[in-house]
């Protein structure tokens, strides 16, 4: 009892619901290295009776939770005092600095006593002329007369300090919210298209797509067929090696970008290069175009690392080539801007060509980036630490070229970006944010109904008391990064916001325990930095998903993920859900990465898929009737809305018909797999696969298999049959006018 105790003191789950109805407690040592890794020996029942003595008397003596939110309503308006604050004593002196310097203070009224129409209420203060500064450039002053309903008005929008002072003694200093109520959201109906970019190849590209590719795609599309949007995976930075790993969810850094998706004839000193280093560049374009003949012409898989290797000797050469006094200005400026941040990460990169890309097996001075070695390190390796710097500028610097194009396009949302839930262990940001990692723990997803043995994905997940005790800087700062040049931003596994399956690193995924975050924090900075980019928020909440969550999110307006074959009537009999009952906040799809394409499904393909490769757990022929029946009852359910003319037995008109499904919706948003365009069968990732298939190194093909280039799929009648169908209606029926 005392270890349950202490593990709910600490947001640390002693049990989990693997499926409806059913409880399984977490192994107590699961609990103890949960705990270890928060900091909080658990070791011994003497430890444990300690530990628990001592959070208690925390809690106890808490003045306020680590973090306060206030939400800030569309017109400014907001409570008269948030919730946590208005249970302070009487008297309690308040001081709010804010983002800009600013602070601003007031104390707490006495209890409110009776009053006469126009007697001034109770703690009501005048306002006083402004105060003398609190820091340079702050100016401290007491609230307006009105009381706390006029002083939280004023606070601007941001993440702020707030110290609270007691009269008792007791003391405060925590981070302050204050974010918009609601998420941005595009208007009206929006559809567009889901790829992943370097499955994306033009006639341009130098072996697997480019972001030269993404502004292609978003100009045609906008400007074309009227897509709103293109989604795309992560861009984040990979873990460098060879070979590396492909997979975009289990990147190095997801703050900064990697510069594999350059576009390097788009690089603006690349035109003044001298003529033997124009010769040298000549040569790896034709080296690059051999390259992606062979994924185009003779059906090679995309292949990262030699990619890689061809453009980082070009970026080496025109790396060399001075810049211009604007672009040196422009690229200081975006030093200064990303500070310490791209220094780590840069320097990590460095030190990762001298030490390998695994920081824990470095020399002990250099796995700490605050140590005395790693600050010698930095200056002798600055020539390595600038050349990875300006690869992170000129990355930023065509993804705004992307994001533009897309606006010109026409397109109400625009770029697309997808955040992954978590890091390499090994990689920049786990090394040069130590503190805000748990140690010894990785992120997963526990056994369920789908999957017996649980997941476990490798990630190190943050530390929810570190991230509130630094005003979620972590968080912030990647969403920072990513919002920049984003018109809307995916979250994968959203869930995350609230809590994490963390497994011990060395025991199964099924040892694993939830830890829980402040999950109305973290989807308040959500919703701050979106609203400061002005870009959407989509979150993928597939799954296993706490009862509560996804309701907080379409409170603040975040999208959901719906996928047709998911959308049941699980709480009654079952049956495909009607597509008038679906929700409104949310992205409608067929599909995603990690399941089939819908000519997959319609044709039974995946199942014949899993089963060559040994992942079916149950017999081929049981694994075929089901999804027989569950395909068949979905086209049934298309015919008889009219929505398949073409007949039960066309696979094209099957994937039209599924599409002008998720046109009947409410939803708000309509993704279209890109693949599903051409017929593509084969899957991106299969799950549960590693060697044995070729995740994430597919180019986009049509129905036989054949790699199509982006110059073909913008000529593919097949493709524009599909958008017709958009063409012919982007509203659902209550929406479109009579």
Request: charged share 25%; hydrophobic share 45%.
């Amino acid at each position: 009892m005392a270890l349950a105790r202490l593990a709910e003191l600490h947001g640390v789950a002693t049990t989990f619901a693997p499926s409806q109805g059913v409880t399984v407690a977490v192994p107590d040592a699961t609990v103890v290295a949960v705990l270890a890794a928060l900091d909080v020996d658990a070791s011994t029942p003497q430890a444990v009776r300690a530990a628990v003595d001592r959070a208690e008397r925390a809690a106890a003596e808490r003045l306020l939770p680590r973090t306060v939110v206030l939400w800030r309503g569309p017109a400014g308006d907001g409570p008269a005092l948030p919730p946590p604050l208005a249970a302070l004593p009487a008297g309690t002196a308040l001081r709010v600095t804010t983002e800009s310097g600013d602070a601003l203070t007031w104390t707490t009224p006495p209890p409110a006593a009776p009053t006469t129409a126009g007697r001034r209420r109770p703690g009501a203060r005048p306002e006083p002329s402004r105060g003398a500064p609190d820091q340079p450039g702050a100016a401290e002053r007491p609230a307006a007369a009105g009381g706390p309903k006029t002083l939280w008005s004023r606070l601007p929008l941001g993440v702020h300090r707030l110290r609270a002072e007691a009269a008792d003694g007791r003391t405060a200093d925590v981070a302050l919210v204050v974010a918009p109520a609601e998420a941005p959201l595009p208007e009206g109906r929006a559809y567009g298209f889901l790829v992943q970019l370097y499955s994306l190849l033009s006639a341009r590209s130098w072996g697997m797509g480019d972001l030269g590719d993404l502004a292609e795609l978003a100009t045609w599309s906008g400007r074309s067929l009227g897509a709103s949007f293109v989604q795309v995976n992560p861009l984040h930075a990979a873990v460098p090696g060879a070979p590396s790993d492909p997979s975009p969810y289990r990147p190095s850094s997801r703050r900064f970008p990697d510069p594999v998706h350059l576009r390097i004839e788009d690089v603006p000193e690349y035109a003044y290069a001298d003529p033997a280093a124009r010769q040298r560049l000549e040569e790896l374009r034709e080296e690059a175009a051999r390259l992606r003949e062979s994924v185009l012409a003779k059906g090679a898989l995309i292949d990262r690392d030699a990619v890689w290797e061809l453009k980082r000797e070009a970026l080496e050469i025109i790396h060399r080539i001075p810049l211009g006094p604007g672009r040196r200005a422009a690229y200081d400026a975006f030093l200064a801007e990303q500070g310490r941040a791209l220094e780590d990460h840069a320097t990590w990169c460095a030190l990762a060509e001298v030490h390998g890309s695994e920081w824990h097996g470095w020399p002990a001075g250099l796995r700490d980036p605050r140590s005395p070695e790693t600050a010698a390190a930095r200056s002798e390796l600055k020539d390595r630490i600038d050349f990875h710097s300006r690869l992170v500028w000129l990355v930023d610097e065509q993804l705004a070229a992307a994001g533009r194009a897309a606006r010109e396009a026409g397109m109400a949302v625009g770029i697309v970006h997808d955040l992954a839930v978590g890091v390499h262990p090994g990689g920049a940001d786990a090394w040069a944010q130590q503190d805000a990692f748990a140690a010894g723990m990785s992120v997963g997803a526990p056994p369920d109904a789908f999957n017996a043995h649980g997941q476990d994905w490798g990630l190190p997940p943050l530390r929810p008391d570190a991230l509130a005790a630094s005003g979620f800087a972590p968080f912030r700062g990647l969403l920072r990064g990513i919002l920049r040049n984003s018109g809307a931003l995916r979250i994968d596994h959203v869930m995350g916001l609230s809590r994490l399956w963390w497994v011990p690193v060395g025991s199964p995924p099924t040892e694993g325990a939830y830890v829980r975050y402040d999950a109305e924090a973290m989807l308040a900075v959500l919703v701050l930095e979106a609203h400061r980019a002005g870009a959407v928020v989509i979150g993928e909440d597939l799954g296993t998903v706490e009862p509560g969550v996804r309701v907080a999110l379409a409170r603040r307006r975040v999208l959901g993920t719906s996928v047709l074959w998911f959308e049941r009537d699980w709480g009654g009999d079952g049956l495909p859900l009607p597509p008038e009952k679906w929700r409104e906040g949310c992205v409608a799809t067929a599909t995603t990465h990690d399941l089939p394409s819908t000519a997959a499904r319609l044709t039974g393909g995946h199942v014949e898929l899993r089963h060559r490769l040994g992942l079916l757990a149950r017999p081929l022929e049981e694994e075929r009737t089901e999804e027989t029946a569950d395909v068949t009852e979905w086209l049934g359910v298309l015919a008889r809305l009219g929505l398949l003319p073409e007949g039960a037995g066309d696979e094209e008109g099957g994937i039209r018909a599924v599409y002008r499904f998720l046109l009947r919706t409410p939803a708000r948003v309509v993704g279209i797999w890109l693949p599903d365009a051409v017929g593509d069968r084969r899957p991106q990732n299969l799950p549960g696969t590693w060697d044995q298939y070729p995740n994430w190194r597919l180019p986009v093909s049509d129905a036989e298999g054949r790699p199509m280039s982006l110059e073909e799929l913008a000529a593919s009648p097949r493709l524009h049959r599909l958008m017709a169908v958009f063409g012919a209606r982007t509203a659902p029926p209550d929406a479109r006018p009579s």
